[in-house]
């Protein structure tokens, strides 16, 4: 069966860390792009971050810039997201997905997992 777990979310302060994992099961997540969206309650859910199936080109939304690493672990057929310095505004469900295409554009991914997550708060 084809399907993405995610794992690590939770509630944290502002400025503090959390790392999402995306692992798949049933196929390789190096074979396609893997994209990170959030979804947060009453907005488009948003795409945050993505690295690519050819040559791990990575993406990065301007908010998150700086601040996010997405990254690969080959041995664990698994995607990273590596989130610091956290605000209120990261505050969402965060979905991976894979897929081939424009990085964060929904219609990319026909893959999706069924999201974590993440509050930062006081």
């Known amino acids: 069966q084809v399907q993405l777990v995610e794992s690590g979310g939770g509630s944290v302060q502002p400025g503090g860390s959390l790392r999402l994992s995306c692992t798949g099961s049933?196929?390789?997540?190096?074979?396609?792009?893997i994209g990170w969206f959030r979804q947060a309650p009453g907005k488009e859910r948003e795409g945050v971050s993505a690295i690519s199936g050819s040559d791990d080109s990575t993406f990065y939304i301007d908010s998150v810039k700086g601040r996010f690493t997405i990254s690969r672990d080959y041995a664990k057929n698994t995607v990273n997201l590596q989130m610091n310095s956290l605000k209120p505004d990261d505050t969402a469900v965060y979905y991976c997905a894979a897929g081939s295409g424009p990085p964060f554009v929904v219609g990319t991914y026909h893959v999706w997992g069924r999201g974590t997550q993440v509050t930062v708060s006081t």
């Open positions: 049933g196929f390789i997540l190096d074979d396609y792009l």
